[in-house]
């Protein structure tokens, strides 16, 4: 019954409804529509957009509000990063959506297979929440939950962890509203403090990076022009707070592999520092560095 305001798109890599079917046997009265036809990170991207719209608009049960939410389940060889790029179609940029991609670290497998998968990396990479599961399966000694979740941490910093054992407390900390700007500066600082090398992870990098004093947004948003041409889909995630001449606030801005969110000027942060944190596969800060020797952000580490 708490999940009465909550849509759900159920994505089919395949054009059998199995998921579809398996949902539905374990579902009471609950009104469904089966898409089909291919993944939502490429041939169903339009379809995507009509289907979001559609189950928003479809009429709701009498006495209850519009969806609070909509929860799209995508296949496990999707990328996030094009699902979010539909995502911005003008259609739906009306509506004021927000967006929360988790993703989920399967615990019964071995965590060194995930450096030669792209697409988890690309969706660890891309996750505002990372979800322990089946953590019943790891190994029973004192601290394996703990280490677990500090190496999905190690991935992605930037990622909330949700290292809880009981499933309903699990279920509703990985679908809870958001909790806004991290402390970004900090992360930063631990980041520099640490290397870059996080979990000692052998593709994955997570690098800071500072902009110059009095840098404008034209000159900011050329870097991240140039970043994300250089890294391709090498990029997993940047999230910057940033100053520029442009603005009196300082504002913030993300992307999820090489797509770029709006950038949202911090009116209730005014005092937030400065920081910039680019997690990437496959490439060192050295490189970056040198493709643009005189660009006005700097590689840290």
């Not at 849509?7 to 949902?23: F, M, Q, R, S």
């Not at 988890?120 to 979800?131: E, N, P, S, T």
């Not at 041409?229 to 520029?244: E, I």
């Amino acid at each position: 019954p708490e999940s009465r305001n909550t849509g759900v798109i159920v994505n089919e890599a395949g054009e059998v409804g199995v998921d579809g079917a398996i949902v539905a046997n374990d579902s009471d009265n609950v009104p469904m529509t089966l898409m089909a036809n291919g993944c939502v990170c490429c041939s169903l991207r339009s379809d995507l957009v009509y289907t979001l719209s559609a189950l928003l608009d479809a009429p709701r049960p009498e006495g209850e509000g519009p969806l609070q939410r909509v929860v799209l389940e995508c296949s496990g060889l999707s990328r996030p990063g094009p699902i979010i790029a539909s995502l911005a179609d003008p259609e739906l940029a009306s509506r004021g959506l927000r967006l929360t991609v988790v993703c989920t670290d399967d615990c019964a497998r071995d965590p060194d297979a995930l450096a030669e998968m792209d697409e988890a990396m690309a969706q660890f990479g891309a996750a505002h929440r990372i979800v322990l599961t089946k953590t019943d399966l790891l190994p029973a000694v004192p601290g394996a939950l703990g280490e677990r979740a500090a190496r999905a941490e190690a991935l992605n910093p930037l990622a909330e962890i949700v290292a809880e054992p009981d499933r309903r407390r699990a279920v509703q900390a990985a679908f809870a509203p958001s909790q806004g700007t991290s402390d970004l500066a900090g992360l930063a600082a631990r980041v520099l403090a640490a290397g870059g090398q996080g979990a000692s992870h052998p593709r994955i990098r997570v690098m800071a990076a500072r902009a110059q004093s009095g840098i404008s947004w034209t000159d900011f948003s050329e870097w991240l022009d140039n970043l994300a041409g250089l890294c391709g889909d090498r990029l997993l995630r940047v999230k910057a707070v940033v100053r520029v001449t442009d603005c009196e606030e300082p504002i913030l801005i993300q992307s999820v592999g090489s797509t770029f969110s709006l950038p949202q000027r911090l009116t209730r942060q005014p005092d937030a520092r400065d920081a910039i944190i680019v997690i990437a596969r496959d490439i060192e800060a050295d490189e970056i560095r040198a493709s643009s020797p005189d660009a006005p952000v700097q590689m840290l580490v």
